[in-house]
């Protein structure tokens, strides 16, 4: 799936979530997915 990259803060993405049963059943659905970037990593020390 496509993306947003930030130069220097991260990416965004879209992902999915599958459905969850039990007694509080959730059903799939498209969540936000971010992953920093190398060098925010490096300056927040992450």
Same mark, same amino acid.
């Given at each position: 799936m496509g993306g947003v990259a930030i130069v /220097?803060? /991260?990416?965004? %993405?879209f992902g999915v979530? %599958? =459905?969850r049963k039990g007694?509080?059943?959730i059903s799939a659905k498209k969540?936000?997915?971010?992953?920093?970037?190398? %060098?925010?990593k =490096? =300056?927040?020390g992450y």
């Open positions: /220097g803060f /991260g990416t965004f %993405a979530r %599958a =459905e007694r509080n059943t969540v936000v997915k971010y992953k920093p970037d190398k %060098a925010l =490096e =300056e927040i």
